[in-house]
């Protein structure tokens, strides 16, 4: 922790200077800091606001003041935000929520750290949102906000087609024809055109659709959710996913989701082309439209002039293959693990696994079940986590008892600053519990582990770097007994003729080496579809920006009509709403960017 560069402390009691709080009424304090909150707020005091937060405090926004994904940190900047963006956004009719779940409540996130956490609603001239208060106690006996959450969950003027919204009109043997045109663009063309037919894209695709933008959704590949149904035979999810039937196995096979994916298009009435690619795409900037040019395999070209691209083409670009000398004397065969099947394909072969985390490990465990000889060869040591833990650190939010879409509220109510000060926190408690005898049994066989960047385990890993890690489901054991043996400490020299050879002398030999060695940019797909004019503009997509939040994925990285939808399930839920509505305000007139200035 002394060594990490981040200044950002945690308002434990011992710094606050006050006592346990417990006695307190955790509504009466929400109340009063409330009432508070909300005449300053219709006053547009916002020297009084911001007197209403730790000197080190947090506003953390999504898209209700700002349209966007920021974090203002301290005082100072907080009232930055509210000076330049408070009456423009008309941010009114604030309401305490006491409904289960979202009432006021005092926790005790560890020893020495407590705080209140509550919920209230709020309106905007443009919608409605929900916002998470984090309050502490002050030595005056008063309790002022350590973060705030404004969120912006629908648009007043342009509800989703849900509920009461949704089509009232009987229906008498048109629908079969009226889908087909719909899903041709016979008399138009659509505002969005999605590329890839994913979890994120059909999210998105969604909620665009339920929001009244016309949307389509190209793919390459022949069938909904191939992008899953090809990948390795052995893949399932690593993490616990509680939007699916509460049947479904806890981790779920990759063909399953794939045939999810394909039944969620077909029952939400998305619109997708398969077996389709894009040949060029030119952008008008005084019309600000895209002119795109699509090969519908059998099915000719359609050029299609359109307002959006949203890439959903996966958190990564093309898959990484090292550059090693002397590949063309190797007599064996290589592959990366994009393009992996199954270790029924190689039984009986000696097989390298260049990489370690999770899918390194995944195919590495897939050998070692089909009883190959199988070294992994680990680059770079690797934070590991069982998937006990994971669900452990989880369940309080997700589990079958608790609303997912709150529990998607509060996961992302605190700003990342935050988030990674409690992580610091729990993550060397788990290595040193739960997962001790896992940990311990890796390093005696010489696997190396770490904790994560600066201690703060797997979420910094994949937000910042979009992996690094291994979610044990298994392969851990194999390693441990030897099954699966580790080859670390030296750089790979070059190929032989019979395998790899290292850089302190050592030789592997190997009839397949698989090369689990990752995805490049995310924008490598845009840059080979827009161009580099284009690709220019956009400095960042995935990784975190100097305030903690994700750059470029679900909101504006750079260029007009381009955006980005990229991550994993549970984020891809939350954030495609954010992403539709964004679209919306601007098709509508509501959002112009330009007059945004903070």
């Known amino acids: ?66 349209w966007d994904f920021r974090t203002f940190e301290g005082r100072k900047d907080i009232k930055k935000l509210l000076d330049a963006r408070l009456a ?32 209230f609603s709020f309106t905007t001239k443009h919608g409605k949102g929900t916002a998470v208060v984090y309050l502490v106690p002050h030595p005056d006996s008063k309790w002022k906000a350590y973060t705030l959450l ?43 055109l999605v590329i890839g037919a994913g979890h994120c894209g059909l999210e998105a695709a969604a909620q665009l659709k339920c929001i009244g933008i ?41 063909e399953k989701l794939a045939d999810w994916l394909e039944a969620y298009a077909r029952l939400l009435e998305i619109d ?37 691209l949203v890439f959903a083409t996966g958190s990564g670009g093309r898959p990484i293959v090292p550059d090693i000398p002397g590949k063309a004397s190797f007599k064996g065969s290589t592959v990366h693990s994009s393009e992996f099947e199954s270790a029924a394909n190689h039984i009986g072969k000696k097989v390298v696994v260049v990489g370690c985390c999770n899918s390194a490990h995944d195919i590495a465990q897939d050998f070692c079940s089909h009883g190959a000889d199988i070294t992994m060869y680990q680059r770079s040591s690797t934070f590991v986590i069982s998937v006990e833990s994971m669900a452990a650190m989880s369940r309080a939010l997700y589990n079958d008892d608790f609303p997912t879409e709150l529990a998607d509220t509060y996961s992302t109510s605190l ?47 994949y937000l910042e770097r979009g992996g690094g890690y291994y979610i044990d489901t298994g392969a851990s054991k194999s390693i441990i007994n030897g099954d699966i043996k580790i080859k670390n400490g030296s750089a790979i020299e070059s190929f032989t003729e019979n ?67 990229n991550a994993n399930l549970s984020l891809a839920r939350f954030h495609s709403l954010h992403l539709a509505m964004q679209i919306k305000a601007i098709e509508e007139g509501v959002l112009n960017r330009a007059d945004i200035v903070i």
């Not at 060594?3 to 950002?8: A, G, I, L, V």
């Not at 916002?46 to 937060?53: E, G, N, P």
């Not at 896992?438 to 696997?447: N, S």
């Open 272 to 308: 997708v082309w398969t077996a389709s690619t894009i040949t060029s795409t030119s952008w008008n900037d005084s019309t600000k439209t895209w002119s795109v040019e699509v090969n519908r395999g059998g099915k000719g070209t359609r050029v299609l002039t359109v307002k959006h």
């Open 499 to 565: 395998g790899l050879r290292f850089a302190d002398g050592t030789e592997l030999q190997a009839d397949i080496i698989v090369f689990a060695t990752g995805y490049g940019d995310p924008r490598d797909f845009m840059r080979e579809v827009c161009g580099d004019e284009i690709a220019s503009k956009v400095t960042q997509v995935w990784g975190l920006d100097e305030e903690g939040q994700s750059a470029g994925v679900w909101r504006y990285c750079g260029h007009d009509g381009l955006w980005f939808a």
């Open 1 to 66: 922790m002394a060594t990490d560069p981040f200044p950002q402390r945690l308002p434990t009691l011992d710094r606050l200077g006050v006592t346990d709080p417990s006695n307190v009424s955790s509504s009466e304090v929400a109340t009063e800091w409330l009432n508070a909150f909300s005449a300053a707020i219709a006053q547009n005091d916002t020297a009084a606001v911001v007197d209403l937060f730790l000197e080190d405090g947090f506003w953390k926004d999504v898209i209700a003041l700002t």
């Open 415 to 461: 700003p990342w600053a935050v988030s990674r000060r409690l992580h610091q926190r729990m993550v060397p408690i788990v290595a040193e519990t739960a997962d001790k005898a896992i940990l311990d049994g890796l390093a005696k066989v010489g696997f190396k582990t770490n904790l994560g960047i600066y201690g703060a385990g797997l979420m910094a890993l």
């Open 214 to 254: 016309p949307t389509l959704v190209i793919d390459k590949k022949p069938r909904v959710g191939d992008s899953w149904r090809d990948r390795y035979k052995t893949l399932c999810l690593h993490g616990t996913i509680c939007f699916f039937p509460p049947t479904w196995p806890v981790y779920i096979p990759a």
């Open 150 to 192: 404004t969120c912006l969950e629908s648009l007043a003027d342009f509800p989703q087609k849900l509920g009461p919204f949704r089509n009232k009109e009987a229906d008498h043997g048109n629908w079969g024809e009226k889908r087909r045109q719909e899903a041709e663009f016979s008399s138009n063309d659509p505002t969005v």
């Open 88 to 119: 423009a956004t008309g941010l009114n009719e604030l309401r305490l929520l006491q409904e289960p779940l979202k009432e006021p409540v005092l926790q005790k996130v560890y020893h020495g750290l407590v705080w209140l956490r509550f919920c």
